[in-house]
């Protein structure tokens, strides 16, 4: 059996049927954004939006990690994170947060099928997802985990719910 390590001009790329935005509340961590970005291109993610950080797109740690995806993800900030909710609401897309609550569902149980337009929400490295975006969303999904801590790298948890997202 040929088994050989592809190189990265012969990977095979997917055509998504479900288009995802991603909007980041208050994520700050130049090592983040940049995985952020590296992530959206994996997963075929149309935009990023960013609320309540500077993002310093020049910054070593970010390019980096980005491995010059930052060059070809379509990206944005926001002024008004809750109010850009609401403008893709209208345009018919499905808001997700991403953040462990008393109402939240687990990942694998949620649908991903009820829409072509989605947008997943995800928050700061240390608060999380603020509340006001929290009573804005459709729904709110956390990834269950078997350890004592109750959170992950918000990074991490991206990946782990694009992936959802895509299956």
């Given at each position: 059996m040929d088994?050989n ?15 995802i935005?991603l909007a980041?509340?208050h994520?700050?961590?130049p090592a983040n954004?940049g995985?952020?970005f590296?992530?959206a291109?994996?997963?075929q ?5 960013f609320?309540g950080?500077d993002i ?7 390019k ?8 070809s993800?379509r990206f944005?900030e ?7 909710l609401e403008?893709?609401?209208?345009e018919?897309?499905l808001s997700?947060?991403?953040e462990i609550t ?7 149980e949620?649908?991903v ?9 995800i928050?700061?490295?240390n608060h999380?997802i603020?509340?006001?975006?929290l ?6 999904l956390?990834i269950?985990m078997?350890?004592?801590?109750s959170s992950m790298?918000v990074a ?5 719910a694009?992936?959802a997202?895509?299956?």
């Amino acid at each position: 059996m040929d088994n050989n390590q592809l190189t990265h001009d012969h990977h095979i790329t997917k055509v998504v049927d479900r288009e995802i935005i991603l909007a980041c509340d208050h994520v700050k961590g130049p090592a983040n954004i940049g995985g952020i970005f590296r992530l959206a291109d994996a997963f075929q993610v149309s935009e990023i939006l960013f609320f309540g950080s500077d993002i310093d797109i020049k910054s070593n740690r970010l390019k980096r990690t980005a491995r010059n995806t930052q060059r070809s993800i379509r990206f944005r900030e926001s002024g008004n994170l809750k109010e850009s909710l609401e403008d893709f609401h209208r345009e018919s897309y499905l808001s997700i947060a991403l953040e462990i609550t008393s109402q939240s569902t687990p990942i694998q149980e949620f649908d991903v099928t009820i829409s072509n337009k989605i947008v997943l929400v995800i928050g700061d490295e240390n608060h999380g997802i603020s509340t006001p975006i929290l009573e804005t969303v459709h729904h709110t999904l956390h990834i269950p985990m078997y350890g004592d801590n109750s959170s992950m790298n918000v990074a991490q948890a991206t990946a782990i719910a694009l992936y959802a997202l895509r299956s």
